[in-house]
């Protein structure tokens, strides 16, 4: 499975080839992906490679050379198409691009379900999530899972939860809480008045009720990989 910027850079080569007869500059593949620096196309490039969909050839100018396709892209009606803020129907017969497409989202280190652990707020890796996994247009994160106190709730330890950025939630809902700023959990949340309950989805662990003031969503709960 690609990359959402894997399949646009691919389909933005390919797109380009037809037209010219010759593969895009770095500097209009940076510019068509918006991205800071030439960097970003080099290891993108070589993830293409690497997975059989282009080749490298050696002392020739813009030396790229489509091997294949994705399946969705040689669909004769489907041309993948990224615009912010805006998602087009997709042919019929032809899947959403959310189905199509993986991205990969941060994963910001450890989450407690079980007790409160430090709070997190450090990249330790990356994770390739399906599109369709995501909730609206909002940003999005995945904590790795410490503990089983959400077990009861289909969470296991060891679990990558994808977080989608909020700070409000409804009843009921599981989020990720910061707890007077130094330590965060994935409980359930519940506003009782002025106090808010973190629930456990376990019953050897107790309920916090802890004052409105000290405790801050920091996302929702949108999805969950599990490996095996």
Do not use: C
Not at 27 to 41: F, W
Not at 85 to 112: C, H, Q, S, T
């Amino acid at each position: 499975m690609l990359t959402r910027k894997q399949l646009e850079l691919l389909d933005f080569i390919k797109t380009r080839m037809d037209i010219d007869g010759v593969p895009p500059s770095f500097d209009e593949m940076k510019d068509a992906l918006d991205l800071r620096s030439k960097s970003g196309i080099h290891r993108l490039i070589t993830a293409l490679e690497e997975r059989g969909f282009i080749r490298r050839l050696a002392h020739r100018a813009r030396a790229l050379e489509i091997v294949k396709l994705p399946e969705s892209m040689e669909r004769p009606a489907f041309k993948p198409k990224v615009i912010q803020g805006e998602r087009a129907e997709p042919p019929r017969g032809v899947p959403p691009l959310d189905a199509v497409y993986a991205l990969e989202l941060p994963v910001m280190g450890r989450i407690a379900a079980g007790v409160p652990i430090e709070a997190i707020s450090h990249i330790s890796h990356h994770v390739a999530v399906p599109g369709s996994m995501l909730s609206g247009n909002g940003q999005h994160y995945a904590l790795e899972v410490k503990g089983d106190s959400m077990i009861d709730a289909g969470i296991n330890d060891g679990d990558i939860v994808v977080i989608r950025e909020q700070n409000t939630a409804e009843n009921g809902e599981i989020v990720v809480a910061l707890v007077e700023d130094a330590e965060a959990t994935l409980k359930r949340f519940r506003r009782k008045g002025n106090m808010i309950a973190l629930e456990a989805a376990n019953p050897a662990y107790e309920t916090r009720v802890i004052p409105d003031h000290m405790v801050k969503v920091q996302g929702r709960l949108v999805g969950l990989i599990r490996s095996y």
